[in-house]
């Protein structure tokens, strides 16, 4: 004798599902981070731990919402269809829901898209991300045999550890970001910040500041700061890796430290640290194409 479906069950098991979603999200967000330039701010990983922490109960609400909203009847619709077909397969079920799924999000997708103007597109790759990861948490909710809470709480946490496992042992071999190596050539050119402040290199080393910033200790990016304008001389220091390349400018009415390596092969930058050191704060100029610098 088949076993009695519990709804109940499929909204809890859904619940976690959905838990567990959105945390190996995180990880993975929180290991491509590492992969990418860093910012002229350094993310406050403390605060955003805490916010993480706190935010889960909610979390944990959204997604019982979703599951009692969405779920569980697109589950109560798939044994609807099963039974009227005559199938008692519960492969079935398994392809009735995702459609299930879909068709009990498309109203309020469609009302939401259309009271916001929302782009077709954008509204098409939202509602289909949603129907996925709903549809998800449906599937594994559909087995009705005994422990399905425990398999998908050992299975889901075995999940997220070991993507932030093996996340973590592709970036200490090679996957984390490092600097683009770029060279005398790469230098000679326009450079310019946010406001248009300007270095110009040449390939004969000279160089022409305008209005490029010199900050202080205890300056924080975006804030008043003095700016520089005048002509010195440059030259690249190698290194004896990506990470110890320099570009040192000498400009006799311009006090900068050697300018750090960042950025991309494609849009290389360089940088000066700003505030206290080690503070992670960086004042950046990124090497400005053909078009830009003669539009500045």
């Known amino acids: 004798m088949r076993q009695k479906r519990s709804y109940g069950r499929v909204l809890v098991v859904s619940t976690l599902v959905g838990c567990l979603e959105v945390v190996l999200a995180i990880v993975v967000v929180l290991l491509y981070v590492q992969t990418q330039p860093p910012q002229d701010e350094p993310p406050d990983w403390v605060a955003i731990g ?24 697109a589950v109560a619709l798939a044994d609807l269809v099963v039974r009227g077909l005559g199938g008692r397969a519960a492969w079935w079920a398994a ?30 790759v939202f509602w289909a991300s949603a129907t ?40 200490a071999v090679g996957l984390a970001y490092e600097p683009p190596r770029i060279g ?19 390939a004969d080393g000279r160089v022409q500041a305008s ?32 990470w110890s390349q320099r570009v040192r400018v000498e400009i ?4 900068w430290q050697a300018w750090h390596v960042d950025g991309t092969g494609q849009e290389p930058r360089i940088s000066q640290e700003v505030g206290d050191p080690g503070s992670g704060l960086l004042y950046k100029l990124r090497k400005a194409s053909d078009r830009t610098s003669h539009g500045t």
């Open 50 to 73: 805490g916010s993480l922490i706190a935010t889960m109960p909610l979390v944990g609400f959204i997604a019982f919402l979703l599951s009692l909203v969405f779920v569980v009847p």
């Open 95 to 124: 392809v009735a829901s995702p459609p299930a799924v879909a068709a009990l999000l498309a109203a309020p997708v469609l009302v939401y898209a259309t009271h916001n103007d929302t782009e077709t597109g954008s509204t098409l």
């Open 132 to 171: 996925a990861s709903l549809s998800l948490g449906a599937l594994i909710a559909l087995p009705r045999g005994e422990g399905l809470l425990r398999r998908v709480a050992l299975w889901g946490a075995a999940a997220v550890v070991g993507t932030a496992v093996f996340g973590a042992l592709g970036l």
């Open 184 to 202: 005398p050539q790469t230098m000679t050119g326009t450079w310019i910040d946010e406001t248009r402040g300007t270095l110009v290199f040449t």
């Open 211 to 242: 209005g490029v910033g010199v900050h202080r200790q205890g300056d924080r990016p975006g804030e008043p700061y003095r700016r520089c304008s005048g002509s010195g001389t440059w030259f690249y220091e190698p290194g004896h890796d990506v």
């Open 252 to 255: 006799p009415v311009c006090h």
